[in-house]
């Protein structure tokens, strides 16, 4: 004998209580599974997801340099105002790898990171070749090394310029030697006396990236996220050193945060992101600009804010960066970190930056689209996007024994702007959504599945039960 239709309504119950209710008890089983699949594959060991991708960079690498060129040298000889024309993108393809690999018991690793640099003619206006007229920074360099030095070392090293001849305040030489250097006979001449006094010389060579291609920019130890994996990347030396020798106070010369290629899991909105930069010789950080996506991939969006490179006038935390005094907001002198050179940095075109500045030079027009950010894919902390704009710029002043800078206004003089980008690309979009985020769905999709299924059945059982409750009372009447 078959069981009755009460029995099997009983039983339908029952079922749909058990699925819904065994939907609802793995919630907490997948969420810690998910975590711990996500910790261990963004920690960095040598056996781990995010390991092949850490070492090298999987994503495409480009770095755009645009060049001011000088329109009005004869007039910014006499004391008038600087007039650029921006030139660029001259593009190169860049490529990283993870080199001189050491791990430690204390979950820390220790590396070297070779950069290399292939120029990409399809993606610039212009070859290396291409000649620019632009500031002889070796001049300017030389005359604010020896401002503070005595009358002999100022009359012998005014010698030597004059002995240069046609090695003015502006020069010629193309992309390339701009970018990756040349053999300056100024320099060379001028070691040689610097050196007779026990000063300290800057290099025979000149280039913005002068030594910096097929090049690291130093040793890393950082966390491997193994314990902490909000510690995942997170920076513990630099060099051997626990904290920066470039500026007067202890929080000024902290290294905070990753190298921005990546940060901890479960990054959110209300977070600070924290980042060192060689570039700029100190930490910043970043905050949550807005939601966007890749490939169908959710991300989040982080800038960093005006009041990072405020003065101390208008951000006291930034006090420390005045060295050796306090330019207004929105430029750094970096002058210790680069063997004594005059140079400042900026953001492009002074974005951000007081407006005097920008009201100095003709042909600066910041925009907001010049800013620096990265795009952060929340559950692995993982930078998906990202680009990084800098502007390079010498202070420039009038100096009375050198005869090309006894006229020129005290001015912060653009020189060129790097835009550092990498994208998210669709066969890593694929790989990403193999690895991560399918797995993530499948879960979801069992859990929130069988919940359904049950409240399916619950509902229908219960819609069968009440439809014949409603059948057998109409019998009856």
Same mark, same amino acid.
């Given at each position: 004998?078959?069981?009755?239709?009460?029995?099997?309504?009983?039983?339908?119950?029952?079922?749909?209580?058990?699925?819904?209710?065994?939907?609802?008890?793995?919630?907490?089983?997948?969420?810690?599974?998910?975590?711990?699949?996500?910790?261990?594959?963004?920690?960095?060991?040598?056996?781990?997801?995010?390991?092949?991708?850490?070492?090298?960079?999987?994503?495409?690498?480009?770095?755009?340099?645009?060049?001011?060129?000088?329109?009005?040298?004869?007039?910014?000889?006499?004391?008038?105002?600087?007039?650029?024309?921006?030139?660029?993108?001259?593009?190169?393809?860049?490529?990283?790898?993870?080199?001189?690999?050491?791990?430690?018991?204390?979950?820390?690793?220790?590396?070297?990171?070779?950069?290399?640099?292939?120029?990409?003619?399809?993606?610039?206006?212009?070859?290396?070749?291409?000649?620019?007229?632009?500031?002889?920074?070796?001049?300017?360099?030389?005359?604010?090394?020896?401002?503070?030095?005595?009358?002999?070392?100022?009359?012998?090293?005014?010698?030597?310029?004059?002995?240069?001849?046609?090695?003015?305040?502006?020069?010629?030489?193309?992309?390339?030697?701009?970018?990756?250097?040349?053999?300056?006979?100024?320099?060379?001449?001028?070691?040689?006396?610097?050196?007779?006094?026990?000063?300290?010389?800057?290099?025979?060579?000149?280039?913005?990236?002068?030594?910096?291609?097929?090049?690291?920019?130093?040793?890393?130890?950082?966390?491997?996220?193994? &314990?902490?994996? $909000?510690?995942?990347?997170? %920076?513990? *030396?630099?060099?051997?050193?626990? #904290?920066?020798?470039?500026? !007067? @106070?202890?929080?000024?010369?902290?290294?905070?945060?990753?190298?921005?290629?990546?940060?901890?899991?479960?990054?959110?909105?209300?977070?600070?992101?924290?980042?060192?930069?060689?570039?700029?010789?100190?930490?910043?950080?970043?905050?949550?600009?807005? &939601?966007?996506? $890749?490939?169908?991939?959710? %991300?989040? *969006?982080?800038?960093?804010?005006? #009041?990072?490179?405020?003065? !101390? @006038?208008?951000?006291?935390?930034?006090?420390?960066?005045?060295?050796?005094?306090?330019?207004?907001?929105?430029?750094?002198?970096?002058?210790?970190?680069?063997?004594?050179?005059?140079?400042?940095?900026?953001?492009?075109?002074?974005?951000?930056?007081?407006?005097?500045?920008?009201?100095?030079?003709?042909?600066?027009?910041?925009?907001?689209?010049?800013?620096?950010?990265?795009?952060?894919?929340?559950?692995?902390?993982?930078?998906?996007?990202?680009?990084?704009?800098?502007?390079?710029?010498?202070?420039?002043?009038?100096?009375?024994?050198?005869?090309?800078?006894?006229?020129?206004?005290?001015?912060?003089?653009?020189?060129?702007?790097?835009?550092?980008?990498?994208?998210?690309?669709?066969?890593?979009?694929?790989?990403?959504?193999?690895?991560?985020?399918?797995?993530?769905?499948?879960?979801?999709?069992?859990?929130?599945?069988?919940?359904?299924?049950?409240?399916?059945?619950?509902?229908?059982?219960?819609?069968?039960?009440?439809?014949?409750?409603?059948?057998?009372?109409?019998?009856?009447?």
């Amino acid at each position: 004998m078959g069981l009755s239709f009460r029995g099997k309504a009983i039983g339908f119950a029952i079922l749909g209580v058990v699925l819904a209710a065994a939907g609802g008890g793995l919630i907490p089983f997948f969420k810690n599974m998910i975590r711990t699949t996500i910790e261990q594959s963004v920690a960095i060991t040598s056996t781990s997801d995010a390991f092949s991708a850490w070492k090298q960079a999987p994503v495409p690498i480009h770095m755009q340099f645009y060049l001011f060129a000088v329109a009005n040298p004869a007039e910014v000889l006499n004391g008038g105002q600087p007039y650029v024309i921006q030139k660029g993108p001259y593009t190169y393809r860049e490529y990283r790898l993870k080199e001189n690999i050491e791990w430690y018991e204390n979950n820390t690793v220790a590396y070297d990171e070779r950069r290399w640099f292939v120029f990409d003619r399809n993606m610039s206006v212009g070859g290396e070749d291409d000649v620019l007229l632009s500031v002889n920074v070796p001049l300017v360099t030389v005359a604010t090394l020896v401002k503070y030095k005595s009358e002999i070392v100022q009359s012998l090293v005014k010698d030597v310029i004059e002995a240069a001849g046609d090695e003015g305040l502006f020069v010629n030489h193309t992309v390339g030697e701009w970018l990756w250097g040349y053999e300056d006979p100024l320099l060379q001449d001028v070691k040689k006396v610097l050196e007779r006094f026990g000063i300290p010389a800057p290099d025979d060579h000149f280039g913005f990236f002068y030594g910096q291609n097929n090049s690291n920019d130093g040793n890393y130890l950082i966390y491997t996220g193994q &314990d902490d994996p $909000s510690m995942t990347a997170h %920076l513990d *030396r630099w060099n051997g050193m626990l #904290e920066l020798p470039y500026w !007067s @106070t202890n929080s000024s010369n902290m290294l905070n945060g990753t190298d921005g290629t990546m940060f901890g899991p479960y990054t959110t909105r209300d977070q600070t992101l924290y980042l060192y930069s060689t570039d700029i010789c100190r930490s910043i950080y970043a905050v949550y600009d807005h &939601d966007t996506s $890749s490939f169908g991939i959710d %991300l989040l *969006r982080f800038v960093p804010p005006p #009041e990072v490179f405020w003065n !101390s @006038t208008a951000n006291p935390a930034n006090a420390g960066y005045c060295t050796p005094n306090c330019l207004g907001s929105g430029v750094l002198n970096v002058s210790n970190c680069q063997k004594g050179a005059p140079i400042i940095v900026s953001q492009p075109h002074f974005l951000n930056s007081a407006q005097k500045y920008i009201d100095a030079v003709q042909g600066m027009h910041p925009a907001d689209e010049m800013n620096t950010y990265v795009d952060v894919e929340p559950m692995t902390g993982a930078a998906f996007n990202a680009q990084k704009k800098l502007q390079i710029n010498i202070y420039m002043q009038p100096f009375p024994f050198v005869d090309d800078l006894k006229n020129v206004r005290t001015i912060i003089f653009p020189l060129m702007f790097v835009n550092e980008s990498a994208f998210l690309d669709e066969p890593n979009a694929n790989d990403f959504k193999k690895l991560v985020l399918n797995n993530i769905r499948l879960t979801y999709a069992v859990q929130y599945g069988l919940m359904a299924i049950g409240a399916v059945i619950l509902l229908t059982t219960a819609l069968i039960s009440l439809m014949r409750c409603r059948a057998k009372s109409e019998v009856i009447r």
